[in-house]
């Protein structure tokens, strides 16, 4: 039988300043929502690694690149082991990779409800968040599960670009859509709020 999950996590929860590639605030990363194909291996290996964290192995990548090539696979199967590949490729460091992996996953099979979402990382980690918020841009047409996730995306996206007023409303809307969500918590972290006698209210960053 084949099955579908869903497991929404993030990549890393602590602050590491070299995690993200082309960004410099080193206080988060991008989260991801792996999707996988529960089958036969090789698929079944693939997807396992990319449930697993961590950086893959040469056994896992192996794995990744047979379920790919395999034609007997439904196509939504495929496509599921392309976006699998294409996290293991994002957790080797290799973003353009995965973000071709995931572009194939989609062609191949269009509704993928997580693809923006995997996508918006590996921009993230390439350096190219403004590519990452246009991506996001309608948050609302996203799967409801899904958009905590795609929230604190794009939150990571506006800090990367300074804008933080837009970064801090992002990781707010993460939380209230999952209330508890350490990623964006962690990240509400390194905020605080002013209210001086002059303006009204003010944001300012405190980045760790």
Known sequence: ???YMHLAKSLHRSALSSV???LTFGLGAAAQVDKFYVGDAPAAACAEAAASGGIPD??????????VRDTALLRSDRAASLVNYGILQMRRGDSAGALDLFDQ??????RLPDIRVNVSAALIRAGEAEAAIDLLDDIASIDPDLRPVAHFNRGLAYWGLEEFQSAYEDFNAAIRLRPGYAPAANMLENFEIRTPAGPARQLASTPG
């Open 105 to 110: 996953a989609k062609r191949l099979s269009p």
């Open 1 to 3: 039988m084949n099955l």
């Open 20 to 22: 993200i590639v082309g």
């Open 58 to 67: 040469y056994g896992a990548m192996g794995a990744c690149r047979d379920a």
